[in-house]
């Protein structure tokens, strides 16, 4: 793409075509417990503090998610992983560059249905720290996390 033509998508906010690749098909999101029990006794979630302030639900991509958890929940051990089906999101789900890291992060704008979950299940690291993804047996209206 020519520099006249970037600079003209930029302005009319149209995506390079980097940005127009395929995205994943899955995006995650991390929860705290009270999100989780909110999600499964209601089945759905309108976002945490920092996502209503924001004005979409923040998800990650797989690659991101230790990034993610690092910076957001520090020092948090009490966390769930909600794996997201991107295609039942529809026209809700954005892909949108982070001005804080110049990524490009999936944005829910709206609920986040429990229908769209695919897998619902405490966030787990590997002995290295990063973690752990993967569509596991949970289902997201399944057992309750332990107290």
């Known amino acids: 793409m020519t520099t006249i033509a970037l600079l003209a998508s930029m302005l009319i906010g ?3 075509a980097d940005e127009r690749a395929a995205h994943p098909t899955i995006a995650y999101k991390i929860l705290t417990r009270p999100e989780t029990e909110a999600l499964r006794t209601h089945g759905r979630f309108a976002g ?4 209503l302030a924001d004005g979409f639900i923040h ?3 797989a690659e991101q998610l ?5 910076r957001h929940f520090p020092g948090q051990t009490d966390l769930f992983l909600a794996a997201v089906n991107v295609e039942a999101t529809g026209e809700t789900m954005k892909w949108e560059r982070s001005p804080r890291s110049g990524l490009i992060f999936p944005h829910l704008y709206g609920v986040l249905e429990q229908r ?3 897998s619902l299940a405490p966030l787990r ?3 290295e720290g990063r973690v752990v993804v993967g569509i ?3 289902s997201p209206d399944g057992p309750s996390p332990p107290a």
Not at 48 to 51: H, I, K, L, R, V
């Open 125 to 127: 690291r590997d002995s």
């Open 136 to 138: 596991s047996s949970a």
């Open 116 to 118: 769209w979950v695919m």
């Open 14 to 16: 149209g995506a390079d």
């Open 59 to 61: 998800l990650s991509t």
């Open 48 to 51: 945490s503090p920092a996502d």
């Open 66 to 70: 230790t990034g993610t958890a690092d």
